[in-house]
């Protein structure tokens, strides 16, 4: 029966108008193709018709009978289309797989499938923008850093070029309260005897009567050495805040570190002639007028056709370098920084064993005096320093990057570091853009290699002093003494 409705009704709108016709939907989701329904009319649940604008009678003319038979329920999702090109082109030529009858209540929009070619233009098209979009916020935030870092070094070269501001020691309330002190009438300074020279003290041979206040701090036999003794005397050109600082310095440095065979005692302070003298452990002589007395020796020996290599005492040279990594790894293990260790603060013995002074600058690695563009900063010899010490850095292994430059002085035989640059602001620029000491006259492949570790830019990678130690321990097995050099008495 709702076979021959449907034929019916096909016959009366294909006389009428051929442009309307009607489109099943079958319920095994076959592809029903335009037309051919008559196959499948008796399966069908779900009609659509499509028609023009001027025949809208003609779907209640459809419906009615087949409602009335109970072959069509009213809440069927039936539909009525307008027969123009765009579902002509669509609708009428899609299987029910592809557009799946649901009710209008349930309908979703219907986005047609993209193909994987169109998919890979557009990730492709969103990765080459994320890309820009990366590079261009990283190239903005290195700019930025680049510049305030340079603004920061500008700012350092400018304060380490101001003239400094200084205060007599009576108007400094912190003298009064400054511990170790000895009595002036029991220090007496040899201004004829000159030990060594610095760019803002220098230092005298001294005699102390009675006891060194160390003592009281020390509990050792060997330091009753230190009484009624010889001293080296430490006389600033002028005695103001920061001069201050370091000798409160180097007072707490001595407190924490107490005693060490690598570590030269300060022994106490005075005041002469309204200057703060600091006294300190007398010994032969530091290493710079050691190297030069090499030095000499070597150019001698070169004119009276001997080689210089023959005239360099290399096992004494890494007998030093491994003391003075023994007593900065004592230091370290103290949670202390040196901050300023070069050849002329490492001290020799008459036996010569090397002990490390120079601790006016020496204390915990955080300490704020030491903070970014701060004044104590312009005090430190730019030319041993390491890159990150510029902007208020420092660590145990900033003292890593300082001991690969003391190295250099003495496989060059004392020569200056960077000899080249003379402005601080030069130097400061040259070492931030990755400018390390060149391979020394008289040093090894192998030793530079350890040089070279030391001067890398990413602090994590420099060795500690422990690693140098050992380092150096071996070297130092692997040269035999040279009697042919004799330092000078």
């Known amino acids: ?98 557009i799946p009858m649901v009710p209008l209540l349930y309908a979703r929009p219907w986005h047609r499938p993209k193909y994987l070619s169109i998919a890979l233009d557009d990730m492709l098209t969103i990765f080459i923008c994320a890309t820009i979009s990366v590079t261009t916020f990283g190239i903005l935030i290195y700019r930025h850093v680049n510049r305030k870092h340079k603004k920061q070094v500008e700012l350092l070269s400018e304060l380490m070029l101001q003239p400094r501001i200084y205060k007599a020691p009576k108007e400094c309330a912190k003298v009064a309260r400054l511990p170790w002190e000895i009595k002036s009438e029991n220090v007496h300074i040899d201004t004829e005897f000159l030990l060594g020279e610095g760019t803002i003290s220098n230092v005298y041979l001294g005699k102390l009567k009675g006891k060194a206040p160390i003592m009281q701090w020390i509990d050792r036999i060997e330091m009753k050495q230190y009484q009624d003794c010889a001293v080296a005397v430490r006389v600033p050109r002028h005695f103001d805040e920061p001069e201050e600082d370091q000798l409160q310095r180097e007072i707490a440095s001595m407190r924490q570190l107490r005693h060490h065979d690598h570590i030269a005692l300060l022994l106490g302070w005075t005041n002469k002639n309204d200057l703060v003298c600091s006294l300190l452990e007398l010994t032969h002589m530091n290493l710079i007028k050691y190297l030069s007395q090499i030095k000499e020796t070597a150019e001698a020996s070169n004119s009276s056709g001997f080689t210089p290599m023959s005239r360099i005492p290399f096992q004494v040279l890494f007998k030093i370098i491994y003391e003075t990594c023994d007593g900065i790894e004592f230091i370290h293990s103290r949670n202390l920084v040196h901050r300023d260790l070069t050849a002329r603060n490492v001290l020799l013995t008459t036996g ?138």
């Open 352 to 489: 010569l064993r090397a002990k490390i002074s120079g601790f006016g600058f020496c204390s915990e690695p955080d300490d704020p005096k030491f903070a970014a563009n701060s004044l104590a900063l312009r005090y430190l010899p730019v030319r041993w320093l390491a890159p990150e010490c510029f902007i208020g850095k420092f660590g145990v292994k900033s003292d890593s990057w300082s001991f690969a430059v003391l190295m250099y002085e003495i496989f060059s035989l004392g020569e200056q570091p960077y000899e080249d640059l003379i402005r601080p602001e030069e130097i400061i620029e040259s070492i931030r853009k990755g400018r390390i000491p060149a391979h020394p006259k008289y040093c090894s492949k192998q030793t530079y290699k350890i040089m070279q570790s030391c001067f890398q830019t990413f602090v994590s990678r420099r060795p500690n002093f422990t690693q140098l130690k050992n380092a150096f321990h071996v070297q130092s097995t692997n040269y035999y003494s040279n009697p042919a050099f004799e330092p000078d008495s």
């Open 1 to 98: 029966m709702k076979a021959q409705i449907f034929t019916n009704f096909v016959e009366r709108v294909t006389s009428a108008n051929n442009r309307t016709f009607a489109y099943l939907f079958v319920d095994d989701s076959e592809c029903a193709v335009t037309r051919n329904f008559t196959t499948n009319i008796r399966d069908s649940t779900h009609i659509r018709l499509v028609m023009t604008e001027d025949l809208n009678d003609v779907y209640e003319d459809f419906t009615l009978p087949l409602v009335r038979l109970g072959f069509l329920d009213k809440t069927i999702d039936n539909q009525v289309i307008h027969n123009d090109m765009f579902f002509l082109q669509n609708y009428s030529t899609s299987c029910t797989d592809e």
